[in-house]
T-cell receptor, first 113, second 114 residues
Framework: GENVEQHPSTLSVQEGDSAVIKCTYSDSASNYFPWYKQELGKRPQLIIDIRSNVGEKKDQRIAVTLNKTAKHFSLHITETQPEDSAVYFC????????????FGKGTKLSVKP | EPEVTQTPSHQVTQMGQEVILRCVPISNHLYFYWYRQILGQKVEFLVSFYNNEISEKSEIFDDQFSVERPDGSNFTLKIRSTKLEDSAMYFCATMDSTSYNEQFFGPGTRLTVL
């Protein structure tokens, strides 16, 4: 089955700095790569996703890059703000499924003002 | 913007009791999922449901679990005889047929088994 590894498990940055979180996956047929943000006690919320036909996607301060050859994708947050503090999860659909997501273990991002 | 809703927000039960967790999907969505998140851990897939039947289930989803969509709107997860280790946050997620893999999560039900 699909194996998703996420690093680092915790990340602390100063406000204004950039943050990068990386995920690796095992199934080379995977074609959809979402990132979810989860604030304490809240639901996971999709913040950005990328499909395998592109290598990078940006949405304001957030970007995702995909390297299909190396089977990894990364979340980039620039000009971090205290409200970016949360747990971020990458996910990959289970192969030959109807979208069942396999999540990484999460990265707790702390942005210090 | 339409949202997935779940009830109750928090359920406390005694070990061995049955619980039913409810989800109301976004109205035009066709694929439904249950996920579980033990406190401080990652989100884990339990089961997917499409066209009124289970599509796939994980090894967590054993004979104590069942799902159904009894009235065409609510999507329920039943745990027949709860165990201490079932304590977790349970999230319902739904997806429409045109946004393959983009899943929308409900706010979750926190289940506490005593």
């Amino acid at each position: 089955g699909e194996n998703v590894e996420q690093h680092p498990s915790t990340l602390s940055v100063q406000e204004g700095d950039s943050a990068v979180i990386k995920c690796t996956y095992s199934d080379s047929a995977s074609n959809y790569f979402p990132w979810y943000k989860q604030e304490l006690g809240k639901r996971p919320q999709l913040i950005i996703d990328i499909r395998s036909n592109v290598g990078e996607k940006k949405d304001q301060r957030i970007a995702v890059t995909l390297n299909k050859t190396a089977k990894h994708f990364s979340l980039h947050i620039t000009e971090t703000q205290p409200e970016d503090s949360a747990v971020y999860f990458c996910a990959v659909p289970l192969e030959r499924s109807q979208g069942n997501l396999i999540f990484g273990k999460g990265t707790k991002l702390s942005v210090k003002p | 913007e339409p949202e997935v809703t779940q009830t109750p927000s928090h359920q406390v039960t005694q070990m061995g009791q049955e619980v039913i967790l409810r989800c109301v999907p976004i109205s035009n969505h066709l694929y439904f999922y249950w996920y579980r998140q033990i406190l401080g851990q990652k989100v884990e897939f339990l089961v997917s449901f499409y066209n009124n039947e289970i599509s796939e289930k994980s090894e967590i989803f054993d004979d104590q679990f069942s799902v159904e969509r009894p009235d065409g709107s609510n999507f329920t997860l039943k745990i027949r005889s709860t165990k201490l280790e079932d304590s977790a946050m349970y999230f319902c997620a739904t997806m429409d047929s045109t946004s393959y893999n983009e899943q929308f999560f409900g706010p979750g039900t926190r289940l506490t088994v005593l």
